[in-house]
């Protein structure tokens, strides 16, 4: 296995020899089938009573081959594995795909088209994030949230079928624009979303953020300074929960960004706690991004001009953009025709995971519990 | 048959079929507030508003192969829901549901009860043992510490009531609440008793022996069919005899306004108030997360047990003044 976690090597053996551990440690695998690792992944515990000695992600249960596939197929083929890498919120890695063959091909995308994939891809944001608190809350044992958010989930995603055909796993952008416009029904749906949500932001807070328990167990857990944020490269929502105000939409801005006027929150402690915070306010950001698209919203063709058979020139380019976990990165060679010679791509979870092993040392079973959750991790994301 | 044999057997089918009974209101009555909570309707498939679905899911659980684990204590893996099981019958024998209903009237009816609340922690220890599986030994571990620990809030506050009413009879501590509830005049008390009766019947937010998110069952891990369905009911059981133990000490038992109801009357106000904590701790479960290992125990030694402590004192000093 080598190297996978990026400190050390991986014991991969199922029942290690008990005569290894000193002091009484033992193993214990969490995964791949645990209920708070959301998805097939492992992480060997070695674990002295409730303290967590030395914890080691083990990967591989889900990979797909997602980039090999990349390099056997044009563009419009490859499309619908990129939603079914980031199940959460697909919509951006739509985006960053597209973008990365507009950029090298020089393809004009009209800009109603571009202030569509910026509301759809911002609705997505939100959908994520639903996901996201439901889920980090019931691995803190709370049942009742996740409810709460998804049935705000579901507002967005009946929004989303309406114009993308499918709720979960998006395959609605086109090279040069998008597949379908939108029209007044989705724009009036979309407002009475963000004013429903608004009022639901009172009713988070009311059962979760001001919840003494709540705030017990997430603060001062999984503490993430900005020095090891950068050490291990973690963006995102994580990283800003450490106090570094790194944006992708703000700092290398793509599409219609710079057209909208919203903040980056910014956490102080780097704990569960602040990570919460941050996406908690990240939502609301996103429904001010929305709010202004919408105003804003030109008319004019919703897909360009593109060649039925895409003729990349030879080279390589890269596109990135700020996926719901943070800075996804497609890299591509080229080597001239439709399909291309490699593809990479960064995916943020996977750099999240990584702070795990450091983080995870000394500390209870629940707290990597929470820990986990708050980084959160989309699994076949990282097993791509 | 002599007639006190024909009542011994009498009583103890009474019981048994009792503790069913409660399981299945008990388990629609969590399933359909937690669905009212979480806005959703809850059962509504078997019989009107499926109340008929805690009945088909007994059937199915009867149904179901129990699965012994490889590498496990045959003898003590099917002892241990038994041992769970058996000992939570029991207090239903002296709890008083009205003035002529009590099936056994002991001078330590309390002390009865208490006794047999903890011997459920024995099949537990057992169960996580016999499971060789290392999440359901964590259980175990936990729930140890847990119910030894919260034991000792719980009989303090307990024994605040006793100094005033100077008995351990359950019969005898409903009648010295003739004029008002002991709640009024030991509000602390019941609030340290209610807190640790949630974590005595490993109830949410003290629910660590089988922390679903971490633990994926706790000690019942590897139990199926039969097996998890008798500490499904020990659990339920257990909750029952630690609100109606809370009923008959602060809340005056099956005293109540006088309805015309006949004898049914005290049964009436006994299983509306029992039922009434047992949806305010079904209400605690829904709401809250679950507090971590070291925070319960923080919480039990450093201020659940100095509050119990000092509540005694101070009732010890009032009760020989008055």
């Known amino acids: ?384 | 048959m002599p007639p006190e044999l024909l009542r011994m057997i009498i009583a103890a089918a009474l019981v048994v079929a009792f503790v069913f009974l409660n399981a299945m209101i008990l388990g629609y009555m969590e399933r359909k507030v937690a669905g009212h909570i979480q806005r959703r309707p809850g059962l509504m498939e078997v019989g009107p508003h499926g109340v008929l679905q805690l009945l088909v899911d007994g059937f199915k659980l009867i149904g179901k192969q129990l699965i012994v684990p490889e590498g496990s204590n045959k003898f003590l893996f099917r002892l241990a829901p038994i041992l769970s099981f058996a000992p939570c019958v029991l207090p239903f024998v002296v709890i008083p549901f009205a003035k002529k209903l009590q099936i056994v009237e002991m001078d330590v009816s309390l002390i009865f009860i208490l006794a047999m609340t903890s011997i459920n922690v024995i099949a537990i220890i057992v169960a996580g043992w016999a499971s060789n599986n290392k999440y359901s030994l964590f259980g175990t571990f936990r729930a140890v510490a847990q119910a030894v620990s919260y034991e000792i809030p719980l009989l303090l506050s307990i024994l605040s009531i006793i100094l005033i009413t100077n008995t351990f009879s359950l019969q005898g501590i409903i009648a010295a609440q003739k004029y008002y509830w002991f709640i009024l005049i030991q509000p602390v008390a019941f609030i340290i008793y209610f807190i640790s009766g949630l974590a005595e019947t490993n109830r949410a937010p003290f629910d660590m022996p089988e922390a679903e998110s971490e633990l994926t069952a706790g000690f019942h891990t590897e139990y199926s069919g039969m097996g998890f369905s008798f500490f499904f009911l020990a659990e339920y059981a257990n909750m029952f005899t630690v609100c109606s133990i809370a009923t008959v000490l602060f809340l005056g038992g099956w005293k109540g306004i006088p309805l015309p109801l006949g004898d049914f009357t005290g049964i009436f106000w006994f299983m509306l108030k029992v039922y009434g904590l047992l949806f305010v701790m079904i209400w605690i479960r829904w709401t809250y997360p679950r507090v971590r290992f070291d925070q319960l125990m923080t919480f039990c030694w450093k201020y659940l047990i100095p509050f119990s402590l000092a509540n005694l004192l101070i009732t010890a000093v009032l009760v020989k003044l008055i």
């Open chain 1, 1 to 384: 296995m080598g190297n996978l976690a990026g400190n050390g090597a991986v014991h991969v053996d199922l029942e290690p020899a008990a005569d290894i551990l000193k002091d009484n440690h033992y193993y214990l695998n969490m995964g791949p089938q645990h209920p708070s690792t959301h998805g097939v992944m492992r992480v060997l515990l070695e674990m002295d009573g409730e303290y967590i000695v030395n914890p080691q992600p083990v990967l591989g249960y889900g990979h797909r081959m997602q980039e090999k596939m990349g390099e056997h197929k044009n563009w419009m083929a490859f499309m619908p594995n990129t939603g079914r890498m980031d199940y959460a919120a697909a919509l951006p890695y739509n985006h960053g795909f597209v973008a990365l063959f507009e950029r090298l091909c020089g393809i004009e995308v009209p800009i109603r088209a571009e202030y569509i994939r910026v509301i759809t891809s911002e609705l997505n944001r939100l959908v994520s994030h639903h996901l996201w608190m439901g889920a980090f809350l019931l691995d803190l044992g709370a049942f009742t949230p996740i409810l709460y958010t998804f049935d705000d989930r579901e507002q967005v995603l009946d929004i989303l079928e309406d114009i993308t055909g499918s709720r979960l796993t998006y395959c609605y952008f086109r090279v040069g624009g998008v597949c379908k416009d939108i029209d007044d029904n989705f724009v009036e749906k979309t407002r009475a979303f963000i004013k429903r949500q608004r009022e639901r932001f009172d009713i988070y807070n009311d059962l979760v953020t001001g919840n003494i328990i709540f705030i017990k167990r997430a603060e001062g857990v999984g503490v993430i300074s900005p020095e090891m944020a950068c050490r291990y490269g973690v963006t995102g929502p994580v990283l800003r929960g450490s106090g570094i105000a790194y944006d992708v939409r703000k700092n290398e801005p793509y599409s219609v960004y710079p057209n909208f006027d919203f903040e980056i929150p910014v956490g102080s402690n780097g704990d569960c706690l602040d990570r919460y915070m941050v996406r908690l306010q990240e939502m609301e950001q996103s429904l001010r991004i929305i709010e202004q698209a919408l105003d804003q919203l030109p008319d004019g063709p919703f897909l360009g001009k593109v060649p039925k058979k895409l003729k990349m020139p030879t080279g390589d380019c890269s596109s990135a953009v700020e996926s719901a976990r943070g800075e996804l990165t497609y890299y591509l060679v080229s080597g001239g025709g439709d399909i291309p010679y490699r593809l990479k791509i960064r995916v943020p979870s996977y750099s999240n995971l990584s702070v795990l092993p450091e983080l995870g040392q000394g500390i209870l079973l629940s707290d990597l519990v929470t820990t986990m959750g708050s980084l959160d991790l989309v699994i076949p994301e990282i097993d791509r």
